[in-house]
């Protein structure tokens, strides 16, 4: 772990960030909207330098899934492979394999960011979120209205449904199962409409939740605070490094011969752009400074008061489809469904993540076949 306590908690914010808003790209988005940098070593001429820029998608992920920040060492997460090409060998490396199959795994090898719990926890969520594993995971909640998208599971087939929108704005949601029609050309298991289906899953699951919900309030109130105080600790931390900075580029500036005009003139420059670091630095720091201040005992009360309510912060305007999505995948793995004509109905199958099933039965709208 580098000494650097800027760079340790520029690196700890990504994976407090990771947990709190639970999909890789919120976190890029966030750092961005922030303009919060992180740190990236370089060489160059044979010297290192840590540079701060604003990150990347692949160098958060390469972050998250490097087993080093949890204390690991490892080796032999990769493998060679050979194939016969016209009659010859051919062998590429650089193959990922299984933890399982690593040659060496040693944990608390070195001082760790995170455990290796938490470690093992982010894959599973960053598996959980991939799109291209749709027949295996829910893949990362969008913005469509559809909130079982990804949930559910035909009875019939065990596919996962497909989600398609109707209506004159296009908001509508209907559930499909397409796999026989796309791959053997028979007609569709089962269709039907979203919108009953969506209600009667999120009443369950807030029925369910009502008791942890002055719970939850008091978690928020804590995460906000924490939110606040790593951005502030990051600018603090920024304009720390930047006075340093400025004061190196001070002391080299005064070091050097005044007759080398062209030597002192590249320091000034040097200086100058310091000190605007500096300045930009100062500005934010107020600017974050000034921010709304923390909650009031009457705002904390009502906060409370919505916990303990939670269809009304359910039923909020800013309650955005990809937050409800995250809700409801948090204490549900999957929903198998099936449609009764005969009776009439929509039947359902909650799987909860406790391991506990809730059979629902909805009565179906007429137009559905």
């Known amino acids: 772990m580098t000494p650097d306590r800027e760079v340790q908690t520029a690196v700890r914010g990504v994976f407090a960030?990771?947990?709190?808003?639970?999909?890789?790209?919120?976190?890029?988005?966030?750092?961005h909207h922030e303009k919060i940098p992180l740190p990236v070593q370089r060489c160059g001429n044979g010297v290192e330098a840590v540079i701060w820029e604003l990150p990347n998608y692949q160098r958060l992920l390469?972050?998250?899934?490097?087993?080093?920040?949890?204390?690991?060492?490892?080796?032999?997460?990769?493998?060679?492979?050979?194939?016969?090409?016209?009659?010859?060998s051919r062998k590429s490396g650089g193959h990922r394999v299984a933890m399982e199959q690593w040659t060496v795994l040693l944990k608390d090898h070195h001082a760790a960011y995170i455990s290796w719990e938490q470690y093992l926890e982010n894959q599973r969520m960053l598996t959980a979120n991939r799109t291209k594993s749709h027949a295996g995971h829910c893949g990362a909640p969008r913005e469509g209205g559809a909130l079982l998208?990804?949930?559910?599971?035909?009875?019939?087939?065990?596919?996962?449904?497909?989600?398609?929108?109707?209506?004159?704005?296009?908001?509508?949601?209907?559930?499909?199962?397409?796999?026989?029609?796309?791959?053997q050309g028979k007609p569709s298991c089962l269709s039907f409409g979203g919108i009953r289906a969506d209600q009667a899953v999120v009443d369950v699951v807030l029925e369910a939740c009502q008791p942890l919900g002055v719970e939850a309030s008091l978690q928020?109130?804590?995460?906000?605070?924490?939110?606040?105080?790593?951005?502030?600790?990051?600018?603090?931390?920024?304009?720390?490094r930047a006075k340093f900075e400025a004061a190196r580029a001070r002391r080299q500036?005064?070091?050097?011969?005044p007759e080398n005009r062209l030597v002192a003139a590249e320091l000034e420059a040097r200086w100058n752009q310091a000190l605007t670091q500096v300045s930009e630095a100062e500005?934010?720091?107020?600017?974050?400074?000034?921010?709304?201040?923390?909650?009031?005992?009457?705002?904390?009360?009502?906060?409370?008061?919505?916990?303990?309510?939670?269809?009304?912060?359910?039923?909020?305007?800013?309650?955005?489809?990809?937050?409800?999505?995250r809700i409801l995948r948090t204490v549900v793995n999957e929903i198998m469904v099936d449609v009764n004509h005969q009776a009439g109905n929509i039947e359902m199958r909650i799987h909860w993540v406790g391991g506990v099933h809730t059979v629902l039965h909805l009565h179906k709208n007429a137009s559905v076949v």
């Open 62 to 88: 390469r972050l998250l899934k490097n087993p080093a920040y949890a204390g690991a060492f490892t080796h032999g997460k990769t493998r060679s492979r050979s194939q016969v090409v016209e009659g010859r």
């Open 149 to 183: 998208a990804g949930l559910l599971r035909c009875a019939r087939c065990g596919h996962k449904l497909h989600v398609g929108y109707r209506g004159k704005d296009g908001r509508a949601p209907r559930y499909y199962c397409l796999s026989g029609n796309k791959e």
């Open 253 to 257: 500036y005064d070091a050097v011969d």
């Open 220 to 240: 928020l109130l804590e995460g906000n605070r924490n939110e606040e105080a790593h951005k502030r600790r990051a600018l603090e931390l920024t304009l720390e």
């Open 283 to 325: 500005a934010r720091l107020q600017a974050e400074a000034q921010s709304p201040a923390p909650l009031n005992e009457h705002q904390r009360q009502r906060l409370l008061a919505l916990g303990a309510d939670l269809h009304a912060p359910w039923d909020a305007p800013d309650a955005t489809p990809e937050l409800k999505k």
């Open 17 to 31: 960030q990771f947990e709190r808003l639970g999909t890789l790209r919120q976190v890029l988005l966030w750092y």
